[in-house]
C-alpha cells in the first residue's frame, strides 16, 4: 500500500508532481493551495511541497504536530526560516532538497570527488532558469557552490579572492534549468553541465523520497540521501 499524500502549493511544480504520483499509484488525498486551509493533511501521510517560502512552516508545524512526514523543495527560505525547519525535524521526519533530480544528486556525487584534485583551480558556478522564477539565485545553485567552498560570492563585482566562489544567474523565456560548474586552470578549464528539459525529471524524484522518508521517524534529510534508492553508490 503506498503512502497517501497531500500536496501543499498547486502551480506548475506541483501540477507536475501530481502528475507523476498518480501514474505511480501514489493515492493523493487533498491539495493545499495558496490561502486554503490545512486540514487535509490530517489524512495524509506524507505531505509533499512545492509551494512560496511562507507556506512552508505553517504546514510543517501543522504536519509535526500530526506525526506526518513532510517532504518539500520550495526554495528562497531565510537562514532563520531553515533553523526552525531542523528544529521541527527533531519531532518528524522532514526531507528537503532544491532540486530532486537524479542528475543533479550524481553532479554533486562528482564534484565531491573531483574537488580534492582541483583545489587549487577557481570555481564558478552559473545558473539559467525561467523569466518567473521567484528567487536568484537558485537553490540548487548555491547547494553546488557550498561543495566547491564556504565563501560564495553571488553577482560578483571585482576581482575573485583567494578560495571564493562565485555565483552567477540569469532569468528568462520558459527555461525550466540549466546548471553549469567551472573549474579553471592555468590554460584549461572543466565544465560540468546539467540541463533540464522538463520538470518531469524533478517530479521522478518525489517518489524516492517519499519512499525514503516514509522509513525514517525524524531528522532533516536531503535528495542525496535518497540517491541509495537507485542503483548505483549513494554519496554518503
Known amino acids: 500500500m503506498k503512502p497517501k499524500v ?4 498547486y502551480g506548475r511544480m ?15 488525498v487533498g491539495i493545499v493551495e495558496r490561502g486554503g ?6 489524512g495524509a501521510d506524507v505531505v509533499v511541497e512545492f509551494a512560496l517560502p511562507e507556506a512552508t512552516l505553517p504546514a510543517l508545524r501543522y504536519a ?18 531553515m533553523e526552525e525547519v531542523r528544529k521541527i525535524s527533531e519531532r518528524t521526519a522532514v526531507l528537503y532538497s532544491p532540486n530532486f533530480s537524479r542528475g543533479i544528486a550524481v553532479l554533486k556525487l562528482v564534484l565531491r570527488r573531483v574537488l580534492p584534485l582541483l583545489e587549487d583551480w577557481d570555481r564558478e558556478v552559473f545558473e539559467i532558469h525561467h523569466r518567473w522564477k ?46 553549469t560548474v567551472f573549474f579553471f586552470g592555468e590554460g584549461e578549464r572543466l565544465e560540468f553541465t546539467h540541463r533540464l528539459t522538463s520538470r ?30 537507485y542503483p548505483g553508490e549513494s554519496p554518503q
Open 64 to 81: 509535526a504536530e500530526r506525526g506526518k512526514r513532510y517532504v518539500f523543495g520550495t526554495t528562497g527560505h531565510t537562514p532563520e526560516q
Open 37 to 42: 486551509g490545512l486540514e487535509a493533511i490530517d
Open 134 to 179: 521567484k528567487d536568484a539565485p537558485s537553490g540548487t545553485a548555491l547547494a553546488l557552490a557550498r561543495i566547491l567552498g564556504e565563501e560564495i560570492n553571488v553577482n560578483r563585482r571585482g576581482p575573485r579572492k583567494e578560495g571564493e566562489v562565485g555565483v552567477a544567474s540569469v532569468r528568462g523565456g520558459d527555461v525550466f534549468g540549466e546548471h
Open 6 to 9: 497531500v500536496l501543499v502549493g
Open 200 to 229: 518531469r525529471a524533478l517530479a521522478l524524484g518525489v517518489p524516492p523520497a517519499i519512499d525514503f522518508i516514509m522509513g525514517k521517524d525524524r531528522g532533516l534529510y536531503t535528495f542525496d540521501d535518497v540517491l541509495g534508492a
Open 14 to 28: 506541483g501540477k507536475e508532481v501530481h502528475s507523476v504520483l498518480r501514474e505511480r499509484g501514489y493515492p493523493v
